[in-house]
């Protein structure tokens, strides 16, 4: 291994942005936000054949030959050729195996001083053509988009790998820190704006004091555990939840965002009458507002912003009339350019949780939408895909992921046990779908 005194920004080396510097917190004290990615294939991969696309993934990405190290008190991304790629096989008992070693997987910290920043398993059975493959990638690295163009890319070498075919790899550069790829300069502009921004959180939580969760039981951080349920959608309800959405003017994303809010209203979590403001956060996508080659989901990256809206649930009536609500004040906020604040309170956030405080949010949306990948690789076919996050701290916070793929929405609620029970959670997935089923049906 190369001498880590002599650490330079360089082609495969660079110091770590403040946004990657706090998911590299999170990972190492809480364990939280590293992303998982799973996918149901029916077909059977060879052990060596997974081996070796791995090797192909690692020559083609830097970031996975890549460690986080501490440099004269900056972390760094540095290069390590030597270390491989992490791969757990394990034979398929019961059909639902992949949730348990899921959870397993989300509760395990990624260790990005001395092994890879990806680790990957594949579950099998001899008797059974369905298997799984679990990713569990470092945020800093990737964000959900690049991590499905990377198992995407994994499936292909796997495809040509068993067809005999040469493969020929160009290595990527790696992504540069995201400051440099913004027109949003550090300059008294951007200062100003990040004041603002703070100001007005500060305003509503004054004025509007949103609803907070409580946690069901109070644990050290270190006891918890991250858990998720997941649900999908018929292919029948699926569409037609899609073509609603067209006919209300307005979108999958705003429609989810409202049968979040209306589960909540059912005071599953029981907020106070008084207390009728929750804030919830949505992922967004930055790779359409930054202009540069190399953000593309080729490029493996953490390229995500997002908005904070304090809603209102005393005033939920209608429920298409709440999801053309969400659209509007999500669009405002992606107007103001909004999307980018959140890369710029990395330290604020860090200093928060440092003092066991964290800020008050009650769910976190992330809809990729419709995931273009291909059925089939070969022999193996693509069955189903979804995306998940790990997740521990100080109160609860449901995660909500979504995708979209052969036509089947699939959905993944991650939470805090046992900040929030399972009944709770169950409680609240099946409010939530009763709530879309009631929408659809009602047109």
């Known amino acids: 291994m190369s001498d880590r005194a002599e650490i330079k920004n360089t082609k495969y080396s660079r110091q770590l942005t403040e946004t990657e510097n706090e998911l590299e917190f999170y990972n190492k004290k809480f364990y939280s936000f590293n992303i998982a990615k799973i996918i149901k294939i029916r077909g059977i991969i060879e052990v060596d054949v997974i081996a070796e ?12 030959r890549a460690n986080i190290i501490n440099h004269k008190e900056q972390l760094h ?31 395990c910290k990624i260790d990005s001083e001395n092994n890879s920043l990806l680790r990957v398993t594949y579950i099998f059975s001899p008797e059974n053509e369905i298997s ?37 790899i160009t290595s990527l550069n790696l992504m540069p820190a995201i400051d440099s790829l913004l027109s949003i300069k550090y300059d008294w502009f951007f200062k100003s704006k990040k004041l603002f921004a703070i100001a007005r959180l500060a305003f509503n939580q004054i004025v509007k004091q949103p609803y907070s969760f409580k946690s ?28 609603t959405c067209k006919k209300e003017k307005t979108t999958v994303t705003a429609a989810l965002n409202a049968a979040i809010l209306t589960a909540f209203q059912t005071n599953i979590f029981a907020p106070n ?4 403001y929750i804030n919830g956060i949505t992922a967004v996508d930055l790779r359409k507002s930054i202009k540069s080659e190399l953000v593309s989901p080729e490029n ?28 509007k004040r999500i669009n405002y906020c992606l107007a103001e350019e909004r999307r980018f604040e959140s890369l710029f309170l990395s330290k604020e956030r860090i200093k928060f949780v440092e003092q066991n405080k964290v800020f008050p949010a009650s769910f976190l949306l992330s809809n990729l939408g419709i995931i273009n990948l291909k059925e089939r690789y070969g022999d193996l076919e693509l069955l189903e895909t979804r995306i998940t996050t790990s997740f ?10 979504f995708t979209t793929f052969r036509n089947q929405l699939n959905l993944t609620f991650t939470y805090t046990a046992p900040l929030i029970s399972n009944q709770k959670i169950e409680q609240f997935l099946n409010c939530f779908i009763s709530v879309i089923d009631k929408a659809i049906e009602s047109n």
């Open 300 to 327: 493996l990256g953490y390229l995500v912003g997002a908005t904070i809206i304090t809603f209102s649930l005393k005033e939920i009536n209608n429920f298409w009339e709440l999801a053309r609500d969400s659209k």
């Open 132 to 168: 799984e493959l679990i990713f569990v990638i470092h945020h800093a690295i990737s964000d959900g988009i690049s991590l499905f163009r990377l198992s995407d890319t994994f499936l292909e070498y796997c495809q040509q790998i068993t067809a005999g075919k040469e493969i020929a």
């Open 216 to 243: 069901e039981k109070s644990l050290s951080i270190e006891s918890q555990t991250t858990k998720s349920c997941h649900y999908s959608l018929s292919q029948f309800k699926t569409l037609q939840l899609i073509a």
């Open 53 to 64: 696309g791995l090797k192909y993934l690692q020559r083609r990405h830097p970031f996975l």
């Open 392 to 401: 521990r701290s100080y109160t609860p916070l449901i995660i909500c992921h």
């Open 77 to 107: 991304f540095y290069e390590n050729i030597e270390q491989n790629i992490p791969l757990k096989i394990i034979k398929k008992n019961q059909d639902d195996l992949w949730q348990t070693i899921l959870e397993s997987e989300l509760n």
């Open 273 to 276: 009458e008084s207390n009728n």
